[in-house]
């Protein structure tokens, strides 16, 4: 009996330790810049400011930020710290609802709430219909970093961006990352978000960055005897609009390499619509690195070819297309790619 009492009494305590979920879904937003669709969280300020993810908002153009209030506001990023993988952005206004900061610092083995719109870059429907934005998952604190909180809150693309919470309900970090291995997702501690708002204050320049991808791929090479290889590309952009890139080829199945092939090129990105449905198209100049000389399977080699020329693409849904050709039309190329696994770092 007395044991049974115990037990009713832990749970009591446990359940009062639970914030409400309903005010840490109240001051989520979901953010959206181009094709980009994260989580934000509405900062205790005494103007309408999101807190957010860098990588989210590191394209240029105005962010739409949709509340649970059901209304769709405009804002302007007012601040970036790529190292840090934060921003701030503006609104004209904002919810009544507004994230209350923490004013301690989390200690490890402590509880902590994580709400984001997981996998949600479009309304779900069907069986997922009213599922996937503002969700909540909790875990407990594994480390205190000097940027990052490490945490076992499940995260998941769509949470970045949107905020953490303790067990109190305090706003204590934003979303930034996770690794493969379960467990292991990251958060900006709150006090670099302050340091971010101080600055807004001391007016200070925002940061030019951009981020850093690895896409694998298939190519085809050649005119009149078009021959396939793999191909693996890394690419470093400028707030999504300009764009270098190296790719590398290896050899296909119907053809072989005398030398690996190395590809550079550099080029404009522009990003039409927005959310899952935007369409990022491309135009640059490409110039092979390395010999391009293919030796095909019946052991015909062919024939020496211009090795740069103007390149055109576009990406849609994780997926990209491109087409590299010279003015004189006597070299082409294409190549197929994959946002896997993608981002890979912000700078």
């Given at each position: 009996?007395?044991?049974?009492?115990?037990?009713?009494?832990?749970?009591?305590?446990?359940?009062?330790?639970?914030?409400?979920?309903?005010?840490?879904?109240?001051?989520?937003?979901?953010?959206?810049?181009?094709?980009?669709?994260?989580?934000?969280?509405?900062?205790?300020?005494?103007?309408?400011?999101?807190?957010?993810?860098?990588?989210?908002?590191?394209?240029?153009?105005?962010?739409?930020?949709?509340?649970?209030?059901?209304?769709?506001?405009?804002?302007?990023?007012?601040?970036?710290?790529?190292?840090?993988?934060?921003?701030?952005?503006?609104?004209?206004?904002?919810?009544?609802?507004?994230?209350?900061?923490?004013?301690?610092?989390?200690?490890?083995?402590?509880?902590?709430?994580?709400?984001?719109?997981?996998?949600?870059?479009?309304?779900?429907?069907?069986?997922?219909?009213?599922?996937?934005?503002?969700?909540?998952?909790?875990?407990?604190?594994?480390?205190?970093?000097?940027?990052?909180?490490?945490?076992?809150?499940?995260?998941?693309?769509?949470?970045?961006?949107?905020?953490?919470?303790?067990?109190?309900?305090?706003?204590?970090?934003?979303?930034?990352?996770?690794?493969?291995?379960?467990?292991?997702?990251?958060?900006?501690?709150?006090?670099?978000?302050?340091?971010?708002?101080?600055?807004?204050?001391?007016?200070?320049?925002?940061?030019?960055?951009?981020?850093?991808?690895?896409?694998?791929?298939?190519?085809?090479?050649?005119?009149?005897?078009?021959?396939?290889?793999?191909?693996?590309?890394?690419?470093?952009?400028?707030r999504k609009r300009l764009w270098v890139r190296i790719v590398g080829g290896a050899s296909g199945p119907d053809v072989e390499m005398a030398w690996p092939m190395w590809e550079g090129a550099v080029g404009l990105r522009q990003i039409v619509g927005r959310g899952a449905n935007a369409l990022a198209l491309e135009i640059g100049w490409s110039e092979r690195l390395l010999s391009s000389r293919f030796r095909v399977a019946d052991g015909q080699s062919l024939p020496e070819e211009a090795t740069s020329g103007f390149t055109t693409g576009l990406r849609f849904r994780g997926l990209g297309w491109r087409a590299n050709w010279t003015p004189s039309g006597t070299w082409a190329g294409f190549n197929v790619s994959l946002?896997?696994?993608?981002?890979?770092?912000?700078?």
């Amino acid at each position: 009996m007395i044991g049974a009492s115990l037990l009713a009494l832990a749970v009591v305590a446990h359940a009062h330790d639970v914030p409400d979920v309903a005010d840490m879904t109240s001051v989520t937003a979901r953010v959206v810049q181009g094709d980009s669709v994260c989580a934000g969280v509405w900062l205790d300020l005494d103007t309408p400011i999101v807190a957010t993810a860098y990588h989210c908002v590191a394209g240029t153009g105005r962010v739409r930020i949709l509340s649970t209030d059901g209304q769709t506001r405009w804002g302007q990023v007012l601040r970036r710290s790529a190292g840090h993988d934060l921003a701030l952005v503006a609104a004209d206004d904002g919810p009544h609802a507004r994230a209350r900061l923490a004013d301690r610092a989390l200690r490890q083995g402590e509880h902590v709430y994580a709400v984001g719109h997981p996998l949600a870059a479009s309304e779900p429907s069907g069986y997922l219909a009213g599922t996937l934005l503002w969700s909540v998952s909790d875990g407990v604190v594994s480390q205190v970093g000097s940027i990052a909180v490490q945490h076992t809150a499940p995260l998941a693309p769509g949470y970045s961006g949107g905020p953490l919470f303790d067990e109190t309900g305090a706003l204590v970090g934003i979303h930034s990352r996770r690794l493969t291995a379960p467990g292991l997702s990251f958060s900006t501690s709150l006090e670099h978000v302050l340091t971010l708002v101080n600055s807004v204050e001391e007016g200070r320049g925002r940061t030019l960055g951009g981020t850093v991808s690895l896409r694998p791929g298939l190519g085809s090479f050649g005119v009149s005897s078009p021959t396939t290889y793999g191909t693996l590309e890394l690419e470093l952009d400028v707030r999504k609009r300009l764009w270098v890139r190296i790719v590398g080829g290896a050899s296909g199945p119907d053809v072989e390499m005398a030398w690996p092939m190395w590809e550079g090129a550099v080029g404009l990105r522009q990003i039409v619509g927005r959310g899952a449905n935007a369409l990022a198209l491309e135009i640059g100049w490409s110039e092979r690195l390395l010999s391009s000389r293919f030796r095909v399977a019946d052991g015909q080699s062919l024939p020496e070819e211009a090795t740069s020329g103007f390149t055109t693409g576009l990406r849609f849904r994780g997926l990209g297309w491109r087409a590299n050709w010279t003015p004189s039309g006597t070299w082409a190329g294409f190549n197929v790619s994959l946002d896997w696994p993608g981002t890979l770092t912000v700078y």
